[in-house]
């Protein structure tokens, strides 16, 4: 089955409301990273949080190793926002290799 | 910030043809990395290499080859391209296997 799961899949805002983007992974992750994907297809990290809380920014990320899942905050939310915003994980056994999820495709409209 | 570069940025190709793509880094990574993304699967690793010479199988090898020639240069070969690899391909460095990954700009790879 599918190892890294986001939700939602799209999200629309208006301009000024906060966005909540959730990661499920199903196994034991050493690390986990938050990308944005331009619409332009351009990817950048945005910041790494395998445990615990980080704020960077507008941008808040707590993950709950334990229950295996990972929250990124927006606040504020601005239409340069806009892009697709992906979950990576690094299992625990395995190789040095980061698992995707799908992504959720994030609208903010002003 | 780590400088990820790819080409050709753009490229057609025939059922059959022979496609190379390049990557390369000058931040003096160690690891380089090769993923294809289509929509609803996110980003899937092809081959990923921790040092010039060295190659490693990723989740969805089947029909490419890849070589690092040295430790800036990490190449994607589809020998024999097919129409399933039509796809958005990006390269990646990171200083170490669990370290943030810095991504290219991506190769539009279309197979007719």
């Known amino acids: 089955g599918q190892q890294v799961q986001q939700s939602p899949s799209s999200l629309v805002l208006q301009e000024g409301e906060n966005a909540e983007l959730q990661c499920n992974f199903s196994s034991t992750a050493t690390q986990l990273q938050w990308f944005y994907q331009s619409p332009g297809g351009s990817l950048v990290s945005l910041l790494s949080?395998?445990?615990g809380t980080k704020h960077t920014g507008r941008l808040t990320s707590t993950t709950v190793t334990k229950e295996r899942r990972s929250s990124l905050h927006i606040s504020s939310s601005q239409t340069t926002d806009s892009g697709t915003y992906l979950c990576a994980i690094h299992r625990k056994a395995g190789n040095y290799k980061y698992v995707f999820g799908a992504g959720t495709r994030l609208k903010v409209i002003a | 910030e780590a400088a990820v570069t790819q080409s050709p940025r753009n490229k057609v190709t025939v059922t059959g043809g022979n496609v190379t793509l390049s990557c390369r880094q000058t931040?003096?990574?160690?690891?380089m990395y090769w993923y294809r993304q289509d929509t609803g699967h996110g980003l899937r690793l092809i081959h990923y290499?921790?040092?010039?010479?060295?190659?490693q199988i990723g989740d969805v090898p089947d029909g490419y080859k890849a070589t690092r020639t040295t430790q800036e240069d990490f190449f994607l070969l589809l020998e024999l391209a097919s129409p399933s690899q039509t796809s958005l391909y990006f390269c990646?460095?990171?200083?170490?296997?669990?370290?943030?990954?810095?991504f290219g700009p991506g190769t539009r790879l279309l197979v007719l």
């Open positions: 990646a460095s990171s200083v170490g296997g669990q370290d943030t990954q810095y």
């Open positions: 931040n003096s990574h160690n690891y």
């Open positions: 290499s921790y040092g010039a010479g060295n190659l």
């Open positions: 949080n395998p445990s």
